[in-house]
């Protein structure tokens, strides 16, 4: 016991495992492995456990509350070590700094394809004065004109969410754009309380496809802590299709002097938005190709 308690052990570099060596005062030792604790008391490891009851190993998987100075310098050494594996700031890599300008890329193209979705929704409540007139209709039917269009969009929605998870949301959202573009088209050159009701609920069933590719695009390009941000931002393209409605539908009528005009410009607009923004949408990360991209590991996930 004498020879064991004033035995001097060198210290280890790491601390894996301590021992407790317990006779009538206990000593804790901390080794890499049992091995040279055992080795210097010159104890079998095979028998090591079978001793007198005074005189035990005790095996703990943590390590002692206390440390040398060794055992952190060596532990700052590792922990150095392995920064200095890592890049300086992965944040401002060249590879890091083109994916953000691959995703930056990705919400201006959604945020102009759903304000343009916007803007072809609210074309008939601006030329419908303009229609009673041109085409004698009484505010009855211009109202059940109207109202088509928030059943079809209600219904819609239902429907929507799985078409854009099971579907490319990139070419989903590029349809909905197009097709709407063309119910507005259609619009203009109707006649008929049929066939201007049959045009407006074809943009409410297109128009609610818009929303669930949106959304799947966001999700796969924004990390869940910084997703709530990004989704409020571009929800705010609703907002911003409102706004300029009204003045663009107003002016193409103004300077063409037909009201046709204010749906079959819009119409046109979001036919043409639909195709080029098919194209510069990338569905996710993922889908990236010509160039090395370094994207985030949260977003990988």
């Known amino acids: 016991k004498s020879r064991a308690r004033h035995k001097r052990l060198p210290a280890p570099s790491h601390i894996l495992t301590s021992f407790t060596l317990t006779s009538k005062r206990p000593m804790t030792f901390a080794f890499v492995s049992p091995t040279p604790l055992l080795s210097a008391l010159k104890l079998d490891p095979k028998t090591a456990l079978n001793l007198n009851p005074r005189f035990k190993l005790n095996f703990r998987a943590k390590p002692p509350r206390f440390q040398s100075v060794v055992h952190a310098s060596a532990s700052n050494a590792a922990a150095s070590a392995q920064d200095e594996s890592l890049p300086e700031n992965s944040e401002q890599s060249p590879e890091r700094k083109k994916f953000y300008a691959a995703r930056l890329k990705v919400f201006l193209a959604l945020f102009i394809a759903y304000a343009t979705l916007c803007i072809g929704r609210s074309t008939f409540a601006f030329v ?18 109207s109202s088509v269009f928030p059943i079809a969009y209600g219904c819609s929605k239902l429907v929507s969410g799985f078409i854009a998870d099971n579907r490319s949301p ?27 009701s049959g045009w407006w609920g074809l943009n409410g069933l297109v128009q609610g496809v818009g929303a669930g590719a949106c959304a799947r695009v966001l999700a796969a390009w924004f990390a869940p802590s910084e997703r709530g941000f990004w989704w409020a931002l571009w929800s705010s393209s609703a907002n911003v299709g409102g706004f300029f409605a009204p003045i663009f539908v107003a002016w193409v009528m103004s300077a063409l002097g037909d009201w046709r005009a ?19 949408i990338t569905d996710a990360p993922n889908f990236l190709k010509g160039k090395k991209f370094d994207i985030p590991a949260e977003i990988v996930k």
């Open 128 to 145: 419908a004065p303009a229609i009673k007139t041109s085409l004698g209709l009484s505010l009855n039917q211009l109202g059940t004109v």
């Open 170 to 196: 990139r070419k989903v959202l590029g349809a909905g754009l197009f097709l709407a573009g063309l119910s507005n088209i259609g619009l203009a050159f109707s006649h008929t309380l049929a066939a201007l």
């Open 262 to 280: 204010g749906v079959v410009i819009p119409g046109a607009l979001a036919v043409a938005v639909g195709l080029v923004l098919a194209m510069a």
